[in-house]
Nanobody
Framework: EVQLVESGGGLVQPGGSLRLSCVASGFTFRYSDMSWVRQAPGKGLEWVSSIRNGGGSTTYADSVKGRFTISRDNTKNTLYLQMNSLKPEDTAVYYC?????RGQGTQVTVSS
């Protein structure tokens, strides 16, 4: 069974940083492309970033480019999202995604 377990969310002030983690199990992580998506209150899912299985290719939404960094550790079956220079509009539940599967999400709130 595919399991994706996110952690690392929380309350942070504008301009602050957080690092999200997603521990994966139930599939061959190192062969899988992975993504982060988010859902802000009252809005639909928004793609944030993706990383290819080897980790050498990454893509970002324009809204986070230059502030967020996606990475992975295939030895730990873990996906990361380093978020810097956070803005109130980054407030959302962040989900780790593999194919059609996603985790339970972790809440990120950016507020003073």
């Amino acid at each position: 069974e595919v399991q994706l377990v996110e952690s690392g969310g929380g309350l942070v002030q504008p301009g602050g940083s957080l690092r999200l983690s997603c521990v994966a199990s139930g599939f061959t992580f190192r062969y899988s492309d992975m993504s982060w998506v988010r859902q802000a209150p009252g809005k639909g899912l928004e793609w944030v970033s993706s990383i290819r299985n080897g980790g050498g290719s990454t893509t970002y939404a324009d809204s986070v480019k230059g502030r967020f960094t996606i990475s992975r550790d295939n030895t730990k079956n873990t996906l990361y999202l380093q978020m810097n220079s956070l803005k109130p509009e980054d407030t959302a539940v962040y989900y780790c995604v593999m194919g059609q599967k996603r985790g339970q999400g972790t809440q990120v709130t950016v507020s003073s």
